[in-house]
């Protein structure tokens, strides 16, 4: 079992950054492959960022690389999502989820999850 609590949202103009975080409770954090999702009002939740149990290997949405930089701290049981180059369209209240399967990992959907935190709103302003 792993609770998560996500942090850093907030209101910021187009073409600035936000800095999330995701503490995660228990002490086998890293035995968790951990992704960011979205979700927009009126619209699915959508799959942003994933990154592997140590943190060697990561995944993006297209539309956000190059932009967004996930990375985790095993040792503070936190996961992060660097959030540079902000765009409107990136307005959305985003999750922080966990998953604890070793199971081939299909990270985009998020049925592969089963932690997920109560979620921070991000809001960009053009």
């Known amino acids: 079992q792993v609770q998560l609590v996500e942090s850093g949202g907030g209101l910021v103009q187009a073409g600035g950054s936000l800095r999330l975080s995701c503490a995660a409770s228990?002490?086998?954090?890293?035995?968790?492959?951990m992704a960011w999702f979205r979700q927009a009002p009126g619209k699915e939740r959508e799959f942003v960022a994933a990154i592997s149990w140590s943190g060697g290997n990561s995944y993006y949405k297209d539309s956000v690389k190059g932009r967004f930089t996930i990375s985790r701290d095993n040792a503070e049981n936190t996961v992060y999502l660097q959030m540079n180059s902000l765009k409107p369209e990136d307005t959305a209240v985003y999750h922080c989820?966990?998953?604890?399967?070793?199971?081939?990992?299909?990270?985009?959907?998020?049925?592969?999850?089963?932690?997920w935190g109560q979620g921070t709103q991000v809001t960009v302003s053009s």
């Open positions: 228990g002490r086998t954090f890293s035995r968790y492959r």
């Open positions: 989820s966990a998953s604890s399967s070793s199971l081939p990992w299909n990270y985009m959907n998020p049925s592969g999850f089963n932690y």
